[in-house]
Protein backbone atom coordinates (compact mmCIF):
# COMPACT_ATOMS: atom_id res chain seq x y z
CA UNK A 1 0.00 0.00 0.00
CA UNK A 2 1.17 3.40 -1.18
CA UNK A 3 2.44 4.99 2.20
CA UNK A 4 0.42 8.64 1.89
CA UNK A 5 -3.24 6.42 1.39
CA UNK A 6 -1.60 4.51 4.86
CA UNK A 7 -1.37 7.89 6.34
CA UNK A 8 -4.73 8.48 5.12
CA UNK A 9 -6.41 5.73 6.51
CA UNK A 10 -4.99 6.38 9.40
CA UNK A 11 -5.90 9.06 10.36
CA UNK A 12 -9.49 8.69 9.24
CA UNK A 13 -8.97 5.87 12.17
CA UNK A 14 -7.90 8.47 14.46
CA UNK A 15 -11.04 10.28 14.22
CA UNK A 16 -13.06 6.91 15.37
CA UNK A 17 -10.83 6.75 18.36
CA UNK A 18 -11.48 10.37 19.39
CA UNK A 19 -14.93 9.81 19.13
CA UNK A 20 -14.55 6.82 21.18
CA UNK A 21 -12.37 8.70 23.78
CA UNK A 22 -15.87 11.75 23.44
CA UNK A 23 -12.78 14.24 22.75
CA UNK A 24 -15.57 16.81 20.69
CA UNK A 25 -12.66 19.36 19.86
CA UNK A 26 -10.38 16.57 18.60
CA UNK A 27 -12.86 14.81 16.36
CA UNK A 28 -13.53 18.30 14.86
CA UNK A 29 -10.23 18.85 14.03
CA UNK A 30 -9.38 16.04 12.74
CA UNK A 31 -12.62 16.14 10.83
CA UNK A 32 -11.14 19.26 9.57
CA UNK A 33 -8.42 18.24 8.48
CA UNK A 34 -9.30 15.38 6.76
CA UNK A 35 -11.72 17.10 4.31
CA UNK A 36 -8.83 19.81 3.85
CA UNK A 37 -6.69 16.52 2.41
CA UNK A 38 -9.26 15.71 -0.20
CA UNK A 39 -10.27 12.62 1.56
CA UNK A 40 -12.91 10.85 0.33
CA UNK A 41 -15.93 12.56 1.97
CA UNK A 42 -17.72 9.03 2.46
CA UNK A 43 -14.20 7.21 3.75
CA UNK A 44 -14.34 10.07 6.67
CA UNK A 45 -18.03 9.33 6.92
CA UNK A 46 -17.78 5.65 7.40
CA UNK A 47 -14.29 4.49 8.64
CA UNK A 48 -14.22 7.68 10.87
CA UNK A 49 -17.37 8.54 12.33
CA UNK A 50 -19.88 5.47 11.64
CA UNK A 51 -17.27 2.81 12.65
CA UNK A 52 -16.30 5.10 16.10
CA UNK A 53 -20.60 4.42 17.01
CA UNK A 54 -19.71 0.43 16.32
CA UNK A 55 -16.60 0.34 18.85
CA UNK A 56 -18.89 2.55 21.10
CA UNK A 57 -21.89 -0.23 20.71
CA UNK A 58 -19.39 -3.07 21.52
CA UNK A 59 -17.73 -1.39 24.82
CA UNK A 60 -20.80 -0.75 25.82
CA UNK A 61 -22.31 -4.48 25.08
CA UNK A 62 -19.01 -5.11 26.88
CA UNK A 63 -19.89 -3.33 30.01
CA UNK A 64 -16.98 -1.68 29.43
CA UNK A 65 -18.98 1.61 28.78
CA UNK A 66 -22.61 2.90 30.21
CA UNK A 67 -25.31 5.24 28.75
CA UNK A 68 -23.95 8.70 30.08
CA UNK A 69 -20.51 7.55 28.10
CA UNK A 70 -22.62 6.49 24.89
CA UNK A 71 -24.39 10.17 25.14
CA UNK A 72 -20.77 11.40 25.01
CA UNK A 73 -19.47 9.78 22.57
CA UNK A 74 -22.66 10.61 20.54
CA UNK A 75 -22.37 14.15 20.72
CA UNK A 76 -18.62 14.32 19.59
CA UNK A 77 -19.75 11.91 16.75
CA UNK A 78 -22.78 14.71 16.04
CA UNK A 79 -20.12 17.48 16.24
CA UNK A 80 -18.07 16.13 13.49
CA UNK A 81 -20.88 15.33 11.29
CA UNK A 82 -21.91 19.09 11.31
CA UNK A 83 -18.25 19.74 9.83
CA UNK A 84 -19.50 17.22 7.08
CA UNK A 85 -22.84 18.72 6.65
CA UNK A 86 -22.01 21.14 3.85
CA UNK A 87 -20.30 18.26 2.12
CA UNK A 88 -23.01 15.83 2.61
CA UNK A 89 -25.35 17.82 0.96
CA UNK A 90 -23.85 19.87 -1.92
CA UNK A 91 -25.47 19.81 -5.36
CA UNK A 92 -28.51 19.74 -3.85
CA UNK A 93 -31.56 20.75 -6.67
CA UNK A 94 -35.12 21.42 -6.88
CA UNK A 95 -37.15 19.15 -4.56
CA UNK A 96 -37.78 16.05 -5.77
CA UNK A 97 -40.58 14.97 -3.31
CA UNK A 98 -41.58 15.06 0.06
CA UNK A 99 -40.21 12.75 2.41
CA UNK A 100 -41.72 12.78 6.45
CA UNK A 101 -39.26 11.10 8.80
CA UNK A 102 -38.50 9.92 12.42
CA UNK A 103 -37.37 7.89 14.70
CA UNK A 104 -40.37 5.61 16.15
CA UNK A 105 -41.96 5.82 19.72
CA UNK A 106 -39.96 4.87 22.46
CA UNK A 107 -37.11 5.14 20.80
CA UNK A 108 -34.71 8.21 21.46
CA UNK A 109 -31.48 7.70 18.64
CA UNK A 110 -31.51 9.67 16.31
CA UNK A 111 -27.77 9.56 14.91
CA UNK A 112 -28.85 7.44 11.50
CA UNK A 113 -32.09 9.14 10.98
CA UNK A 114 -30.30 12.54 11.21
CA UNK A 115 -27.68 11.03 8.28
CA UNK A 116 -30.48 9.71 6.36
CA UNK A 117 -32.52 12.77 6.38
CA UNK A 118 -29.41 15.05 5.57
CA UNK A 119 -28.54 12.68 2.73
CA UNK A 120 -32.12 12.83 1.52
CA UNK A 121 -31.68 16.41 1.66
CA UNK A 122 -28.61 16.60 -0.34
CA UNK A 123 -30.23 14.25 -3.11
CA UNK A 124 -33.08 17.20 -3.76
CA UNK A 125 -35.46 15.94 -1.49
CA UNK A 126 -37.87 17.65 0.50
CA UNK A 127 -37.71 16.38 4.51
CA UNK A 128 -39.84 16.34 7.14
CA UNK A 129 -37.77 15.90 10.11
CA UNK A 130 -40.63 14.74 12.84
CA UNK A 131 -37.75 13.83 15.92
CA UNK A 132 -37.68 10.71 17.54
CA UNK A 133 -40.53 9.05 20.15
CA UNK A 134 -42.82 9.60 17.18
CA UNK A 135 -46.22 7.76 17.41
CA UNK A 136 -48.30 6.54 14.45
CA UNK A 137 -50.68 9.51 14.70
CA UNK A 138 -48.45 12.09 14.16
CA UNK A 139 -46.61 10.48 11.38
CA UNK A 140 -49.80 9.68 9.38
CA UNK A 141 -51.31 13.63 10.34
CA UNK A 142 -47.76 14.64 8.93
CA UNK A 143 -48.07 12.28 5.77
CA UNK A 144 -51.24 13.64 4.44
CA UNK A 145 -50.10 17.64 5.80
CA UNK A 146 -46.87 17.18 3.57
CA UNK A 147 -48.49 15.34 0.88
CA UNK A 148 -45.45 13.17 1.34
CA UNK A 149 -44.44 10.05 -0.87
CA UNK A 150 -42.27 8.59 1.46
CA UNK A 151 -42.73 7.72 5.62
CA UNK A 152 -39.64 7.07 6.58
CA UNK A 153 -38.88 4.96 9.63
CA UNK A 154 -36.04 4.23 12.46
CA UNK A 155 -35.63 2.49 14.93
CA UNK A 156 -32.48 1.25 16.90
CA UNK A 157 -34.01 -0.96 19.45
CA UNK A 158 -35.40 -4.74 19.06
CA UNK A 159 -38.19 -3.11 21.26
CA UNK A 160 -39.24 -0.47 19.69
CA UNK A 161 -39.45 -2.58 16.10
CA UNK A 162 -42.91 -3.84 16.75
CA UNK A 163 -43.96 -0.15 16.72
CA UNK A 164 -42.65 -0.19 12.94
CA UNK A 165 -45.05 -2.74 12.21
CA UNK A 166 -48.41 -0.67 13.88
CA UNK A 167 -47.15 2.71 12.27
CA UNK A 168 -47.43 1.03 8.77
CA UNK A 169 -50.62 -0.36 9.56
CA UNK A 170 -51.87 2.85 10.44
CA UNK A 171 -50.52 4.12 7.79
CA UNK A 172 -52.51 1.73 5.14
CA UNK A 173 -55.60 2.18 6.98
CA UNK A 174 -55.50 5.76 6.67
CA UNK A 175 -55.61 4.77 3.16
CA UNK A 176 -53.18 7.63 1.72
CA UNK A 177 -51.17 7.08 -1.03
CA UNK A 178 -47.91 7.11 1.07
CA UNK A 179 -45.26 4.63 0.66
CA UNK A 180 -43.35 3.49 4.00
CA UNK A 181 -39.48 2.29 4.12
CA UNK A 182 -37.75 1.01 7.27
CA UNK A 183 -34.25 1.45 8.64
CA UNK A 184 -31.94 1.16 11.57
CA UNK A 185 -29.13 -1.15 12.73
CA UNK A 186 -31.79 -3.80 13.79
CA UNK A 187 -33.66 -3.62 10.92
CA UNK A 188 -33.51 -6.72 8.46
CA UNK A 189 -35.61 -6.70 4.64
CA UNK A 190 -36.99 -10.11 5.84
CA UNK A 191 -38.86 -7.77 9.10
CA UNK A 192 -39.38 -4.69 6.49
CA UNK A 193 -41.06 -7.67 4.18
CA UNK A 194 -43.08 -9.23 7.21
CA UNK A 195 -44.63 -5.76 8.18
CA UNK A 196 -45.56 -4.95 5.02
CA UNK A 197 -43.02 -1.64 4.48
CA UNK A 198 -42.50 -0.98 0.52
CA UNK A 199 -38.90 -0.67 1.35
CA UNK A 200 -35.43 -1.05 3.42
CA UNK A 201 -31.89 -0.30 3.42
CA UNK A 202 -29.23 -0.80 5.28
CA UNK A 203 -27.10 3.05 5.18
CA UNK A 204 -28.37 6.59 4.36
CA UNK A 205 -27.20 6.17 0.39
CA UNK A 206 -29.35 3.29 -0.08
CA UNK A 207 -32.45 5.13 2.06
CA UNK A 208 -32.12 7.84 -1.20
CA UNK A 209 -31.74 5.53 -3.73
CA UNK A 210 -34.53 3.34 -2.19
CA UNK A 211 -36.55 6.85 -2.37
CA UNK A 212 -35.92 7.98 -5.07
CA UNK A 213 -36.77 4.48 -6.93
CA UNK A 214 -40.13 4.48 -4.70
CA UNK A 215 -41.19 8.45 -5.83
CA UNK A 216 -40.79 7.69 -9.37
CA UNK A 217 -42.74 4.98 -9.80
C1 LIG B 1 -25.29 6.43 20.51
C2 LIG B 1 -26.16 5.36 21.13
C3 LIG B 1 -27.07 5.76 22.12
C4 LIG B 1 -27.33 7.22 22.48
C5 LIG B 1 -28.23 7.84 21.37
C6 LIG B 1 -27.92 9.29 21.12
C7 LIG B 1 -28.64 9.80 19.90
N1 LIG B 1 -28.91 11.09 19.92
O1 LIG B 1 -28.93 9.08 18.95
C8 LIG B 1 -28.04 7.10 23.88
C9 LIG B 1 -27.00 7.19 24.98
C10 LIG B 1 -29.15 8.10 24.14
C11 LIG B 1 -28.54 5.65 23.82
C12 LIG B 1 -29.51 5.19 24.66
C13 LIG B 1 -29.90 3.85 24.73
N2 LIG B 1 -29.37 2.83 24.05
CO1 LIG B 1 -28.16 3.09 22.55
N3 LIG B 1 -26.78 3.08 21.32
C14 LIG B 1 -26.04 4.01 20.73
C15 LIG B 1 -25.01 3.39 19.75
C16 LIG B 1 -23.66 3.32 20.45
C17 LIG B 1 -24.82 4.07 18.41
C18 LIG B 1 -26.08 4.27 17.57
C19 LIG B 1 -25.71 5.13 16.38
O2 LIG B 1 -25.87 6.34 16.42
N4 LIG B 1 -25.10 4.53 15.33
C20 LIG B 1 -24.56 5.24 14.18
C21 LIG B 1 -25.65 5.49 13.12
C22 LIG B 1 -25.08 6.28 11.95
O3 LIG B 1 -26.07 4.23 12.66
P1 LIG B 1 -27.61 3.78 12.60
O4 LIG B 1 -28.40 4.50 13.60
O5 LIG B 1 -27.67 2.31 12.54
O6 LIG B 1 -28.09 4.38 11.18
C23 LIG B 1 -27.65 3.92 9.92
C24 LIG B 1 -28.49 2.77 9.36
O7 LIG B 1 -29.06 1.94 10.35
C25 LIG B 1 -29.50 3.43 8.47
N5 LIG B 1 -30.77 3.92 9.02
C26 LIG B 1 -31.05 4.47 10.21
N6 LIG B 1 -32.33 4.88 10.26
C27 LIG B 1 -32.88 4.58 9.07
C28 LIG B 1 -34.17 4.79 8.57
C29 LIG B 1 -34.48 4.37 7.28
C30 LIG B 1 -35.86 4.59 6.76
C31 LIG B 1 -33.50 3.73 6.48
C32 LIG B 1 -33.86 3.24 5.13
C33 LIG B 1 -32.20 3.54 6.97
C34 LIG B 1 -31.90 3.97 8.25
O8 LIG B 1 -28.78 4.54 7.95
C35 LIG B 1 -27.93 5.08 8.96
C36 LIG B 1 -26.71 5.68 8.32
O9 LIG B 1 -26.02 4.81 7.47
C37 LIG B 1 -25.65 1.95 19.50
C38 LIG B 1 -24.66 0.86 19.07
C39 LIG B 1 -24.66 0.66 17.55
N7 LIG B 1 -23.55 0.31 17.03
O10 LIG B 1 -25.68 0.82 16.88
C40 LIG B 1 -26.33 1.71 20.85
C41 LIG B 1 -27.56 0.75 20.97
C42 LIG B 1 -28.48 0.95 19.76
N8 LIG B 1 -28.23 1.21 22.19
C43 LIG B 1 -28.67 0.23 22.87
C44 LIG B 1 -29.36 0.36 24.10
C45 LIG B 1 -29.67 -0.92 24.84
C46 LIG B 1 -29.74 1.63 24.59
C47 LIG B 1 -30.54 1.91 25.87
C48 LIG B 1 -31.75 0.99 26.11
C49 LIG B 1 -29.54 1.86 27.05
C50 LIG B 1 -30.15 2.01 28.44
N9 LIG B 1 -29.98 0.98 29.23
O11 LIG B 1 -30.75 3.01 28.75
C51 LIG B 1 -30.96 3.39 25.66
C52 LIG B 1 -32.35 3.50 24.99
C53 LIG B 1 -32.86 4.92 24.92
C54 LIG B 1 -34.09 5.00 24.04
N10 LIG B 1 -35.28 4.92 24.60
O12 LIG B 1 -33.95 5.10 22.83
C55 LIG B 1 -28.38 -1.12 22.21
C56 LIG B 1 -29.64 -1.72 21.56
C57 LIG B 1 -29.74 -3.22 21.80
C58 LIG B 1 -30.99 -3.79 21.22
N11 LIG B 1 -30.87 -5.03 20.83
O13 LIG B 1 -32.03 -3.21 21.12
C59 LIG B 1 -27.23 -0.79 21.27
C60 LIG B 1 -27.14 -1.66 19.96
C61 LIG B 1 -25.88 -0.90 22.05
C62 LIG B 1 -25.52 -2.33 22.38
N12 LIG B 1 -24.57 -2.92 21.69
O14 LIG B 1 -26.11 -2.93 23.25
N13 LIG B 1 -27.89 4.95 22.90
Redesign the pocket.
Known sequence: MPETKGDLTMAVKDIAEAVAVFDRVKVVELVEAEIAAKTEIDEI??AG??D???????R??SGEL??????M???A??AGLEVLKPHLSAGAVAAKGTVV?G?VK???????????AL?MEGAGLEVVDLG??IDAEKFVKAAVEHNAGVV??????????PTMEIIVAAIKEAGIAVKT???????TEAFADQIGAD?????????VE??RKLLST
Not at 181 to 187: E, L, R
Open positions: LNLIAMDIVGKFSFVPEMLAAKMKITGDLHDIGKNLVMVDALSALLTTTMIVGGAPVGFSTDAPGALT
